[in-house]
């Protein structure tokens, strides 16, 4: 088996100090190739959310490594985690985060300010990000103008537009009907398939999971059935 | 990256219009208030020193009485008529000596009637103020000693009585008695203590002594010392001759007092330099109040900027491209507001200062002081705020409620 491009050894994370401790994530060791599509499950409250963080460099595990395609991102100062995030990682947040008062297009342009590209190409490539999501006759509507599940199709859209390594989604599918749910997994899939982008997805549906090569489920900060990626059965 | 964060934050000010809009008016009121009560100030002062400086540097009074601060004065026993002809003959270097009396009266001409000054003298007040008439003639040393019922009225006295008549040879009358005009005085505009300096009228001091007062007091002799020579030497002497006139010994005080005008221009432009720190402070303030305003504006929206700045952490921005974004706006928005400010100032003085009728004086380190101040403010409340914010790990500026 070739290298992974993400893996995590005997990662903790651990909220809160003294009394209030509260362990989160328990000695978890997960490895995820390049070109993988994987899908994380598991109750609510089982730490998906927070693997997923610490995947997307959005978080710092409290101890164990992290390796991303070989380089240990718990060593790196802040600087060069965002960095990383700029340059290989795209993520979709479970709570959208979008910007207030921003439209749509703007939005998604965002991470492109951050490598430099020109207005043009930040509006060519925002415009087709958005009618890959099938939003681009709502690319000047401000997230207080769109519904739940479109700003979700706004957040994945800026997630993608960098065209990144890896993309990262806490729950992408999570506010869209069964309808919307598929083509979002397809725009993944081929994204996946097309582009060799790998995909960290966290869900609770076992229809959209289905779209995974694997899946991980969690149960208390632990992984419960670490399967195996696929080139090694 | 420089232009990148410029962009950012042009954007950022349009997105959030209400906002930056309160934050610049906040600037430029304070900006604008400081220069404009500063200026209109030293304008006062300016005005002041320049008014003083018209009635001559070799004018010397000489008045009963120490003057105990403001305008306060002790009870003395006035001048004499002698005493004026002392100072003129026994004191070589003096060119004129001239009492002077006043009263308040209310003059008639016709149906017109006003309230002005009407002050008793010598021949020899006319040119110890260098003082002409546009239309008449002054009255002689005969006149005045002969107590004959004439005057001397300065042009708004004319304007208020005459309009559009000649006053000269007609009988204005106050004070149970009627005086016939004889001159006419050139104008000489507003004095520096505010008041109107043709709003006079001159008669012989024996005619006012007789027919107005009542008394022998004397309770001003203007002295003019020939031009070139030193006051301050002139006022010593004047000292010396006043003490030993009024018999006083080396352990008393003087009971009168000798100022030149240039103590008087320094006295005068002492109060209004109060009144222009006072003015600045008030100022000052109201700075400080725009500067607590444009806190509070910014203190409201540091949840959603954390917000935002998590949101730009998490996608890969650096912490210093943030700030710098952040700077730019800070300073862009009190740039803005101190220009602003600087303009309205420069409208609202001229207008003011117009209104007044005070010198426009502007005074460029109080214009770069505001401006500084306020570019400092806008950039304390407006920088700081978001460093805090960008230190933190995204995911805790995205949790930020
Ligand atoms: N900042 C924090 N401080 C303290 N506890 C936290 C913090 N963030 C998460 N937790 C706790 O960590 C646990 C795991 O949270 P996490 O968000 O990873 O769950 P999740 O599996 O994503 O759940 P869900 O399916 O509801 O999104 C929860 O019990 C949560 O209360
Ligand atoms: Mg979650």
Redesign the pocket.
């Given at each position: 088996m070739s290298q992974p491009l993400l893996a995590l050894q005997e990662v903790c994370k651990v909220?809160?100090q003294g009394a209030a401790q509260?362990p989160?994530l328990n000695h978890i060791d997960l490895q995820i190739a390049q070109g993988e599509f994987v899908a994380i499950m598991?109750h609510?409250?089982?730490?998906?959310?927070?693997?997923l963080n610490i995947l997307g460099c959005l978080d710092t595990p409290t101890s164990g490594t992290y390796l991303f395609d070989g380089m240990h991102v718990e060593q790196m100062s802040t600087q060069q985690r965002a960095l990383l995030r700029r340059f290989y990682i795209g993520f979709v947040f479970?709570g959208f985060n979008l910007l207030n008062r921003t439209s749509a297009l703007e939005n998604v342009e965002l991470p492109l300010i951050y490598r430099g590209l020109s207005r043009e190409q930040r509006q060519q490539l925002a415009m087709d990000a958005l009618k890959a999501v099938g939003l681009e006759d709502y690319a000047h509507h401000t997230p207080g103008e769109l519904s739940g599940g479109q700003q979700q199709r706004v957040a994945i859209a800026r997630a993608i537009v960098t065209q990144p390594k890896v993309l990262m989604a806490d729950?992408p599918t999570g506010n869209l009907d069964t309808q919307r749910s598929h083509e979002i997994m397809q725009i993944l899939q081929s994204l996946n398939q097309e582009q060799g982008i790998t995909i960290v997805m966290?869900t609770?549906e076992e229809e959209m999971a289905a779209y995974a090569h694997r899946r991980i489920l969690?149960k208390d900060g632990q992984i419960e059935s670490p399967e195996l990626p696929p080139e090694a059965v | 990256m420089i232009w990148n964060a410029f962009v950012l934050a042009l954007r950022e000010i349009r997105r959030n219009l209400m906002r930056s809009f309160l934050t610049v008016l906040g600037i430029v009121i304070g900006v604008a208030s400081v220069i404009t009560m500063v200026t209109l100030g030293s304008g006062a002062t300016a005005q002041v020193t320049q008014d003083v400086a018209s009635l001559g540097s070799n004018l010397i009074n000489v008045s009963p009485g120490q003057r105990m601060g403001m305008g306060v004065r002790t009870n003395a026993p006035s001048f004499k008529r002698s005493d004026v002809l002392a100072l003129k003959n026994e004191l070589r270097g003096v060119k004129a000596a001239a009492p002077v009396s006043r009263s308040a009266i209310t003059a008639n001409f016709g149906n017109a009637h006003w309230s002005t000054s009407l002050s008793g003298t010598t021949a020899d007040y006319f040119e110890v103020r260098e003082w002409r008439t546009q239309q008449g003639r002054l009255f002689t040393e005969a006149e005045e000693r002969a107590g004959r019922a004439l005057c001397v009225i300065g042009e708004t006295v004319r304007e208020q009585l005459f309009g559009k008549e000649s006053p000269i040879g007609n009988q204005i009358r106050f004070h149970k008695m009627a005086c016939t005009v004889i001159g006419l005085l050139q104008s000489k505009g507003q004095s520096s203590f505010g008041s109107d300096q043709d709003d006079i009228i001159l008669m012989p001091l024996k005619t006012f002594q007789r027919r107005i007062s009542g008394d022998q007091d004397i309770n001003l002799i203007q002295v003019a010392i020939l031009q070139g020579l030193d006051t301050s030497e002139y006022k010593r002497k004047i000292v010396k001759l006043m003490r030993d006139r009024r018999h006083l010994s080396d352990n008393e005080d003087n009971d009168f007092s000798v100022m030149d005008m240039k103590e008087i221009a320094n006295m005068l432009s002492n109060i209004t330099k109060v009144l222009t720190m006072l003015l600045g402070a008030v100022a000052a303030v109201s700075l400080l109040v725009g500067g607590i305003g444009i806190m509070n504006i910014m203190l409201v929206s540091v949840t959603e900027r954390t917000r935002e700045i998590g949101i730009r952490l998490a996608i890969g921005a650096l912490e210093k491209e943030v700030l710098t974004q952040f700077l730019v706006e800070s300073v862009v928005l009190s740039t803005f507001g101190g220009i602003f400010g600087i303009l309205l100032a420069f409208v609202a003085s001229s207008i003011l200062a117009m209104l007044m009728s005070v010198p426009l004086v502007f005074n460029i380190w109080v214009i770069i002081a505001a401006f500084l101040f306020s570019a400092f403010i806008g950039v304390l409340f407006g920088y700081f705020p978001a460093r805090k914010a960008a230190r933190l790990d995204p995911i805790v500026a995205l949790?930020h409620e």
């Amino acid at each position: 088996m070739s290298q992974p491009l993400l893996a995590l050894q005997e990662v903790c994370k651990v909220y809160g100090q003294g009394a209030a401790q509260t362990p989160v994530l328990n000695h978890i060791d997960l490895q995820i190739a390049q070109g993988e599509f994987v899908a994380i499950m598991g109750h609510s409250g089982s730490g998906k959310s927070t693997t997923l963080n610490i995947l997307g460099c959005l978080d710092t595990p409290t101890s164990g490594t992290y390796l991303f395609d070989g380089m240990h991102v718990e060593q790196m100062s802040t600087q060069q985690r965002a960095l990383l995030r700029r340059f290989y990682i795209g993520f979709v947040f479970q709570g959208f985060n979008l910007l207030n008062r921003t439209s749509a297009l703007e939005n998604v342009e965002l991470p492109l300010i951050y490598r430099g590209l020109s207005r043009e190409q930040r509006q060519q490539l925002a415009m087709d990000a958005l009618k890959a999501v099938g939003l681009e006759d709502y690319a000047h509507h401000t997230p207080g103008e769109l519904s739940g599940g479109q700003q979700q199709r706004v957040a994945i859209a800026r997630a993608i537009v960098t065209q990144p390594k890896v993309l990262m989604a806490d729950e992408p599918t999570g506010n869209l009907d069964t309808q919307r749910s598929h083509e979002i997994m397809q725009i993944l899939q081929s994204l996946n398939q097309e582009q060799g982008i790998t995909i960290v997805m966290v869900t609770h549906e076992e229809e959209m999971a289905a779209y995974a090569h694997r899946r991980i489920l969690f149960k208390d900060g632990q992984i419960e059935s670490p399967e195996l990626p696929p080139e090694a059965v | 990256m420089i232009w990148n964060a410029f962009v950012l934050a042009l954007r950022e000010i349009r997105r959030n219009l209400m906002r930056s809009f309160l934050t610049v008016l906040g600037i430029v009121i304070g900006v604008a208030s400081v220069i404009t009560m500063v200026t209109l100030g030293s304008g006062a002062t300016a005005q002041v020193t320049q008014d003083v400086a018209s009635l001559g540097s070799n004018l010397i009074n000489v008045s009963p009485g120490q003057r105990m601060g403001m305008g306060v004065r002790t009870n003395a026993p006035s001048f004499k008529r002698s005493d004026v002809l002392a100072l003129k003959n026994e004191l070589r270097g003096v060119k004129a000596a001239a009492p002077v009396s006043r009263s308040a009266i209310t003059a008639n001409f016709g149906n017109a009637h006003w309230s002005t000054s009407l002050s008793g003298t010598t021949a020899d007040y006319f040119e110890v103020r260098e003082w002409r008439t546009q239309q008449g003639r002054l009255f002689t040393e005969a006149e005045e000693r002969a107590g004959r019922a004439l005057c001397v009225i300065g042009e708004t006295v004319r304007e208020q009585l005459f309009g559009k008549e000649s006053p000269i040879g007609n009988q204005i009358r106050f004070h149970k008695m009627a005086c016939t005009v004889i001159g006419l005085l050139q104008s000489k505009g507003q004095s520096s203590f505010g008041s109107d300096q043709d709003d006079i009228i001159l008669m012989p001091l024996k005619t006012f002594q007789r027919r107005i007062s009542g008394d022998q007091d004397i309770n001003l002799i203007q002295v003019a010392i020939l031009q070139g020579l030193d006051t301050s030497e002139y006022k010593r002497k004047i000292v010396k001759l006043m003490r030993d006139r009024r018999h006083l010994s080396d352990n008393e005080d003087n009971d009168f007092s000798v100022m030149d005008m240039k103590e008087i221009a320094n006295m005068l432009s002492n109060i209004t330099k109060v009144l222009t720190m006072l003015l600045g402070a008030v100022a000052a303030v109201s700075l400080l109040v725009g500067g607590i305003g444009i806190m509070n504006i910014m203190l409201v929206s540091v949840t959603e900027r954390t917000r935002e700045i998590g949101i730009r952490l998490a996608i890969g921005a650096l912490e210093k491209e943030v700030l710098t974004q952040f700077l730019v706006e800070s300073v862009v928005l009190s740039t803005f507001g101190g220009i602003f400010g600087i303009l309205l100032a420069f409208v609202a003085s001229s207008i003011l200062a117009m209104l007044m009728s005070v010198p426009l004086v502007f005074n460029i380190w109080v214009i770069i002081a505001a401006f500084l101040f306020s570019a400092f403010i806008g950039v304390l409340f407006g920088y700081f705020p978001a460093r805090k914010a960008a230190r933190l790990d995204p995911i805790v500026a995205l949790r930020h409620e």
